[in-house]
């Protein structure tokens, strides 16, 4: 047997440590002499190193205890499993519980930058609402109605769209542009420093669309904040009303320019 100063040396931990296992129960020292001092035999440092080995396996002293108290009603190895399993289906609620907050905490970032500002009850209704959904690959989808007119294909690309909260590189682009069209909300929308704006934003949203101008523009009026059906979080209705307009005077340029390639052709 050797002393718990020994031991602790040891195994490299403090004698407080080993007197706090004592006082909850998991480390009994085996012989306690009348001077006070503790010694502990092979079978209590094996008792240790379990203790230790849960613990590394994110096992509380409270779990190790019950764990310990458990081995005498049923087999040893039979305890262990199913604590083990227990402990599994822990850390996957905690991983889950993790993504979640690391999900919510990025779709926050986003809306402050699409936004512009943060409106902490919105945020809070948005919240409580995707506690109730699924987190598929550490992100909650959109959710598209079944019954929308589009094909197959087209409901394809957007489910494959860029996700608020998630860390696509698309979706940073596009809040960029957003917060430059924040920016020149008090320019007339067919100057032409706003119309090359309205050219960047059109090029990016296309091949988010992949091509696709006419589910494009179906999409657009899908996630309005005027409609009931908010897809997106944090639209801005200031903003996008905003960006109608500019897109309204950029296809209208287009169109002039298509006529005069035409005539000219």
């Known amino acids: 047997m050797i002393k718990i100063g020994q031991l602790a040396k040891k195994i490299g931990i403090s004698k407080k440590t080993l007197y706090h296992y004592e006082n909850v129960g998991i480390l009994k020292p085996s012989l306690i002499k009348d001077n006070g001092y503790r010694y502990y035999d092979e079978q209590a440092i094996s008792q240790l190193q379990r203790i230790l080995l849960l613990k590394s396996i994110g096992y509380t002293?409270?779990?190790?205890?019950?764990?310990?108290?458990?081995?005498?009603?049923?087999?040893?190895?039979?305890?262990?499993?199913?604590?083990?399993?227990?402990?599994?289906k822990l850390i996957e609620a905690e991983k889950e519980r993790l993504s979640r907050l690391q999900y919510y905490l990025n779709a926050t970032i986003h809306v402050i930058k699409l936004k512009g500002h943060l409106e902490p009850q919105e945020m809070l209704d948005v919240i409580e609402d995707l506690n109730r959904r699924t987190l598929v690959n550490g992100i909650i989808p959109a959710r598209f109605d079944e019954a929308l007119e589009i094909t197959k294909e087209q409901k394809e690309i957007l489910e494959r769209l860029p996700v608020i909260g998630s860390d696509d590189p698309r979706l940073e682009e596009i809040l960029s542009i957003f917060n430059e069209v924040r920016d020149i909300l008090h320019m007339d929308p067919k100057s032409n420093a706003v119309q090359q704006i309205a050219h960047t934003l059109y090029i990016k949203t296309l091949e988010l669309f992949e091509g696709d101008e006419e589910l494009m523009n179906f999409y657009w009026e899908l996630i309005n904040p005027s409609s009931d059906n908010e897809l997106v979080l944090g639209m801005n209705t200031e903003v996008t009303a905003y960006i109608d307009k500019m897109f309204f005077h950029y296809e209208n340029n287009k169109a002039k320019k298509e006529e005069r390639k035409e005539k000219n052709e």
Request: charged letters at 25%; proline letters at 0%.
């Open 61 to 88: 002293l409270e779990q190790i205890k019950i764990l310990f108290d458990s081995e005498s009603e049923t087999g040893e190895n039979q305890t262990w499993i199913h604590s083990l399993s227990e402990q599994v």
